[in-house]
C-alpha cells in the first residue's frame, strides 16, 4: 500500500500563484510515477503532468509553460508549481503514485480561480 497525502490549494486570483504539495509514505521502491490529475466539475478527470523517479517530465498542453512538476526522491514527494493560474484551472486536483499494476491516488486538493 501507498499513502499519499496532498496539501497546498486554495483560493487565488486569476494570474496569480500556488504551490501543491504530495507526499508519499508505505511501499515505495524502484521506478515510479508521480503525477498530478484534476477535475472539474462534470468533467472527466485529467492529466496536468507526471514526473519519473529518474526525472522524465510530461505536460498537459492547457498547463506548458505555467505548471512546473518536481520531485524530491529522498522525500517521496512531488510538487506542483502552478503559475499564471486561469478560471478554467479551477478542479480538484489529485496526486497518484504509479509503478506497474499498482496505482494509488490522494483524496484531491480544491484549486479555484477567481476574482
Known amino acids: 500500500q501507498v499513502q499519499l497525502v496532498e496539501s497546498g490549494g486554495g483560493l487565488v486570483q486569476p494570474g496569480g500563484s500556488l504551490r501543491l504539495s504530495c507526499a508519499a509514505s508505505g511501499s515505495i521502491f524502484g521506478f515510479n510515477v508521480m503525477g498530478w490529475y484534476r477535475q472539474a466539475p462534470g468533467k472527466q478527470r485529467e492529466m496536468v503532468a507526471t514526473?519519473?523517479?529518474?526525472?522524465?517530465?510530461n505536460y498537459a498542453d492547457s498547463v506548458k509553460e505555467r505548471f512546473t512538476i518536481s520531485r524530491d526522491n529522498a522525500k517521496n514527494t512531488v510538487y506542483l508549481q502552478m503559475n499564471t493560474l486561469k478560471p478554467e484551472d479551477t478542479a480538484v486536483y489529485f496526486c497518484n503514485w504509479s509503478q506497474l499494476r499498482r496505482s494509488y491516488w490522494g483524496q484531491g486538493t480544491q484549486v479555484t480561480v477567481s476574482s
Open positions: 514526473v519519473t523517479s529518474g526525472g522524465s517530465t
